[in-house]
Structures are given as C-alpha cells and as structure tokens.
C-alpha cells in the first residue's frame, strides 16, 4: 500500500464534473472553489474509494462532534460522545414521554395513560361495590324467607350464583314437603298377582268352538236354536214330580215327555254345560282376584316419589280396569254359549292385557329408592334446603338485572386489564430504557485531556475567549461541559454562535487527531471539509494557524484542505507556494474548481499568475471571464460588487447607489444612478440564465463600466484590473 492515495476517480460523479479523474495528489491538497461547485464530492469520492485502505478522517462542521444536552445545558464533547448523546437524548426523549404517560398530570383536565387506568379502576371498583351491596342485600332478603340465620352471608350467596336455578311450582312445594318430612315406617314391598289371561283366552275360545249334536229326535225343537235353549231351561225350572204342569204351555208334563228330552240332551251336552259353569265360575274367581288389586300407598313414600307413585296408580288402576272388561267379556261370551251347546261360535277377538312385570319392576325401583331415601332423609332434606336456596338465588339474579351489570364490571375489567398491561409494558420500556442509557453512559469519555488542549487554544481568543467547564453528575454521561465565559460566568450553550462552536469541534478533531489509533496497515488521511464556517475573524485566524503548524509538520499524514472562502484560501496556504516545475517534485498541489455551464472544471493552479487573488482581484478576474465567454448576465452582478467594494474602500459608503453623491454634474449623477439601478436589479434576476432583460450587450455593460470609472477618475484603476 503506498503511503497516500494519488489520485480521485470522479466518474460516479460525472453529473457534477466535466473530467473523471484528479491525479498527481501531493501530500498537501489545496482546493477552492465557491458552493455548488462540487467539493462535498470530492470529499465522499475519497471516502468512497479509500475509505477501506486508509483511516480516512474528515472535519466538516462542529455536527456529529459535539452534542446538545439540554437538561444540563451542556455540550458532549467528541464524536463518540456526541453520537451517544443523540441517542442519550433519543432515550431521556423516550423516558420522558413515558413519564408524561404514566405519571399524574399536572393539570386537571389533561389525559394520559395513568389518568385513563385510575378511571377504569375508579369504574371497576364502583360496579365492583355495586355487585357487593346486591349480595349483602340478597343474602339477607334469603335468609330472612328460608330462615338461615347468621350461617348464610354474602360469599354463600357468591358461591351458591353457579348453582342458581329457577324450580316450577310444583317442584317447590315438593321440596317443602321433604323439608318437613317426618320418617316414614316403610312396610313391606307389595307383591302383585300374576294371572295367565292367555290361558282363559284359549279356554273359553274352545268351549265357544264346542258343539254338542242331540241323540234323539223331536221335530219341533230341530232347526230352532231358540226352542232347544227353552226347552233345555224348561228342564232345568221344571220337577219330574207326577202331573208336573208346564209354565209355559199349561199341559201336564208326562213320562213320555221327559224321556224325549233325555234322549234330547245327552250327556255330552250335559258335560258341555258344565265345562260352560265351570268356565264362568274360573272367570269369576277371576275377577274377584282383579278386584283385590290395590294402589300403592302413598303414606308409604316421601314427597319425592309422590309423582312416581301416582304414575304408576294410574297405570295400576288402568291395567285393572282393562283384566275387568276382558274377564267381562269371556263371562259373558261363555253366558251366551249355555243357549248355543248344539252349535259352534265365532272364537272371540281381544287383546290379552299385559302382566304386571313392568309396573312391578317400577314400583319395586322406587321402593329401593324410597328405602335409601329413608336411610339418608336428613341429607335428603339438607338437599331440598339447597335447591329451594338455588331457587332464591336465582330469583334475585333475575330480578336485579346481575347478568347486565356482570357484563359492565367484566367490561370495565378488560379495560382496565388492557391499560394495566399497557401501563406494565411503558414500566418494562422505561427501566430497558434506563439499563440501556446507563450502558450509553459507560461508553461515554470525559475528554478531560483534550478540552485542556481546547481551552488553552481558546484563550488565544482574546475578549472573544470562552473555555470548556466539565460536568461531573453522578448518574450522567462523560464527556460533558458547560460553558464560561472570560470572567468564569456560566453562559447557556444556546449563546454559542456557530463560529465558537465550529471552532471547539475543530480543536477536539485536531486533538482527536493524535489519540487515533494508527494501525499499522492503514495510514492517515485528513480532509477539511470547507471548516472556516463562520465570519469570525479571531476564529479565522485561531483555526489557520492551526493548520498551517498542522502540516508544517514533516511527518503530518496526507491532508486535503477544500474551502469556498477566498480569504481563508489565501491565508491558509502556505507563503511559499510551490508549483510543479520539469524535473522536481512538489508536495503542494492547488487546485481551483469552475463552474462553466453546470458542470465543474478542476483547474490546476500551476503558477503565481493562476494563483487566487484576493477578493477583490477576484471579482475583476470573473467579471472578465464572463465577458470572454459572453455571459452577459454574470457580468451585471460582478460589476455590481466590485463598485460596492471600490465604494467601502474609498468612500466608506455600503451601498454602490450611494457612488452618485460623488457626482457633480446632473448628467453624470443621472448616469450613475441609471448604471447602479440596473446593477441592482438585473444583478439578482436567475443564476444559471443567459436572458438578458436589459437588452444591453457585453459591450454596452463594459462601456458604461469604462465611463462609470472615468467619471470618478479612476480610469486608470480599470483598465488596470480589466487587463
């Protein structure tokens, strides 16, 4: 790596340059030219190209060096220090606007985050009350109707409200009853008959399919169903006793008679008749055991089961009633057969009724549970007590709307909730904020050593002087001063005019410049970037002595000075200049940046005759460019300060208007005013136009000029500066 860069690749910026490159760099770099003309370029183009190969170090202002601590009203001082002060700065900000936040407002009617949570816990606190009261009140109101005493309070009631159930009426008067239940002596289980009613079914069925054909005949009986059945009842009513008389007829009834009707009816009806006796007389026993059915008692039963039991009485009473009609019916069709033995009739179509299997094995369910609910009444009870409570609850739920107002406390709740956790959150980013400014604060330096350098530098201020006062605060960043005037008063950092605090930057880089870690494949390039900001003489003159013992030193690294200032340019420099001449090397190299139309010519400064003159010289250099190149328009604002400068110097006036007052005759005082006013006018128009609204030519403007100086007897003075 050679020990300084040689040359500056301009081609990223041709937009601004008319050539791509600078070469030859020299060890001192001296270039001028006025803003817009392209040196903030040249300064990025070499940090661009060489910032990677060389410690490129570059004063360019006071920002980014010192930092404004407006709490303390003091400076941080250094580039690293004023970095970390913006970002102190950034987190005191950032814990400030936490603190208006989460900290009770001063006014009343001011709105943070603290004020909007104590309302949400002002509201919660207040529905929360509110809830509270209607329990006291509720628990109260129950105690006194169900008699609790002081064993039910509020938290009972809060503890009973998932339980809370409206009960119907019925089931109310139920659970009173339980409440008020005396032990029951439960008898014995009932058992139920079991009657086989298919058996009778098929038995009369049969008996009804039975026909008995007589033996004998008597033709008046044949074929009539009605006369067989009187004469069979007439046999029964009627004694075979001697001049036995018929009821029916009149007539004795005599041996010959009887025998036919023996012959008649033979014994096979006779054994029919009394299958029919038999079968009435089965279906009576029958029903005499039907009849013998009882209902369930309900005495028996505790109020829980009174439902049950009535259920199934009813269907007790049901089935009796359905074994009643159905043994009816049997009786009465075995009733009608007696008359019809000789015949066959139509078996009979019926249901044949349940047993009593199912209602038994209900009944006998709720037997068990009767029995165990005997065994366990008094929690039976406890538990009706319970559920009559639930109901109670539930009523005053209802009534004081508790599901709205639940809802509103659960509302405020959330609100409060979601403003906590925002006010926990802004708490967490404040103590982060805190470590992490505490951190920033140990990275800070005091500088203690260079503002020693600064001070003893800004002595050389004179009445103009000021110097750096440390701040030593506990809990604060390093590195920060406050600022004293020449009698050691304070003064507020808001007094420093930008020259003083360009000046102070300018002396800690320089300083800085010493303390920079020289690595040994990296050398040093330093670059003023425009530093005379100020119009301050005293700083002027500090700043360029400065620099001048800065590279008078054989061993300075390899600098570049850019300025826009003319007077800063030429005091800088050194007094002897040295140009490049055949054969011998330099180590100055000066340069001189043009504008011409928009881009900008990096002219090499080669000799005393190209060198900068002083201002003055100046303007008459770029008046006379401008009428070579026939810029008309640039010439209007050169000759307009050339005569305010010919004016200062000469006749103490600030304006060039005021040139006429050394005019005697009118006709020269009505040229003079002519000439200035359009000076004035046309000398601040557009800056990059060649419309010319005076309608004057290049030459018309350098004649009136000519005659402008004649006239003050100075001819002599132009056609000097002119050529």
């Known amino acids: 790596m050679t020990e300084m860069i040689e040359e500056i690749d301009l081609t990223n910026y ?313 043994l009816k019916k049997l009786e009465k069709a075995l009733d009608d057969k007696k008359s019809k033995t000789t015949i066959k009739i139509e078996p009979i179509q019926i249901d044949i009724p349940d047993d009593f299997f199912l209602v038994e094995e ?16 008094e929690s039976e009870k406890q538990s009706a007590k319970n559920k009559l409570r639930y109901h109670e609850v539930k009523e005053k739920l209802e009534q004081s709307d508790y599901e709205g107002e639940k809802i509103e406390l659960l509302k405020y709740k959330v609100i409060q909730q979601t403003l906590q956790k925002e006010y926990d959150d802004k708490i967490l980013a404040k103590k982060k904020s805190e470590k992490k400014r505490i951190e920033l604060i140990g990275k ?96 002027q003159y500090l700043m360029m002595g400065i620099i001048q013992k800065f590279y008078q030193d054989q061993n300075h690294p390899q600098m570049f000075i850019l300025t826009h200032n003319n007077h800063f340019y030429l005091q800088v420099t050194p007094s002897k200049k040295k140009y490049p001449t055949p054969g011998k090397s330099s180590n100055q190299k000066y340069m001189r940046l043009l504008k011409n139309d928009g881009k900008t010519e990096v002219k090499i400064i080669e000799n005393s005759r190209d060198e900068l003159k002083p201002i003055y010289d100046e303007l008459w250099e770029e008046l006379k460019f401008a009428y070579d190149h026939h810029k008309t328009i640039f010439m209007w604002n050169n000759m307009r300060r050339i005569l305010e400068t010919y004016n200062r110097f000469n006749y103490r006036q600030t304006s060039p208007r005021d040139i006429e007052s050394q005019f005697d005759k009118i006709t020269d005082k009505a040229l003079a005013i002519g000439l200035v006013k359009s000076l004035h006018v046309n000398s601040h128009i557009g800056y990059e136009t060649d419309i010319d609204i005076s309608g004057k030519t290049r030459d018309d403007l350098k004649i009136l000029f000519e005659i402008m100086f004649e006239k003050l007897g100075a001819k002599k003075h132009f056609e000097t500066y002119w050529q």
């Open 362 to 377: 209900k009944y006998l369910k709720i037997y068990r549970f009767n029995q165990d609910y005997s065994n366990n009444l």
């Open 444 to 539: 800070s330096s005091s500088e203690v050593v260079s503002s020693k350098k600064i001070n003893d530098f800004l002595k050389g201020l004179g009445t103009q002087s000021f110097e750096l006062d440390y701040v030593q605060t506990e809990g604060e960043q390093k590195g920060q001063y406050r600022i004293k005037n020449i009698t050691g008063e304070e003064r507020s950092i808001q007094t420093l005019s930008e020259g003083e605090k360009n000046i102070v930057a300018f002396l800690w880089f320089i300083n800085n410049l010493e303390k920079v870690n020289q690595d040994e494949a990296k050398n040093k390039i330093v670059i003023f970037d425009d530093p005379m900001t100020s119009n301050d003489d005293n700083c």
């Open 14 to 326: 041709a937009f601004n340059f008319l050539g791509n490159k600078i070469t030859d760099l020299k060890k001192k770099n001296f270039i001028y030219g006025k803003n817009g003309t392209g040196k903030s370029s040249i300064t990025k183009a070499i940090k661009e190209q060489y910032g990677e190969v060389y410690n490129v170090q570059v004063f360019d202002g006071w920002q980014g060096i010192i930092g404004f601590n407006d709490r303390l009203d003091s400076i941080a001082l250094g580039t690293g220090n004023a970095s970390l002060q913006e970002d102190i700065e950034k987190i005191d900000s950032d814990i400030e606007n936490i603190m208006k936040d989460i900290e009770k407002p001063e006014l009343k009617d001011k709105v943070n985050l603290f004020v909007k949570l104590e309302d949400a816990k002002k509201f919660s606190s207040n529905q929360t009350e509110k809830l509270e009261k209607f329990y006291t009140h509720s628990a109260g109101d129950i105690t006194d109707k169900l008699s609790l005493g002081r064993r039910y309070n509020k938290n009972n009631f809060k503890n009973d409200i998932n339980q809370a159930n409206r009960l119907p009426d019925t089931e109310i008067i139920k659970l009173r009853g339980t409440i008020e239940a005396k032990k029951i002596q439960i008898e014995n289980q009932l058992t139920f008959i079991n009657i086989d009613f298919s058996k009778y079914f098929t038995a009369v069925n049969e008996i009804l399919q039975t026909a008995v054909t007589p033996m004998g005949i008597i033709e008046e009986l044949s074929k009539n169903i009605d006369k067989q059945t009187f004469a069979k009842e007439g046999m029964n009513i009627h004694s075979r006793e001697e001049h036995e008389v018929c009821a029916f007829c009149g007539n004795e009834i005599d041996v010959q008679r009887w025998e036919m009707l023996d012959n008649y009816f033979s014994d096979e009806v006779k054994k029919l008749d009394r299958r029919i006796m038999n079968g009435i007389r089965f279906v009576n026993e029958g029903l005499n055991d039907v009849e013998k059915i009882q209902k369930i008692k309900n005495n028996q039963f505790y109020p829980d089961f009174n439902d049950k039991i009535n259920e199934l009485n009813m269907d007790i009473l049901a089935k009796k009633e359905k074994y009643k009609v159905f």
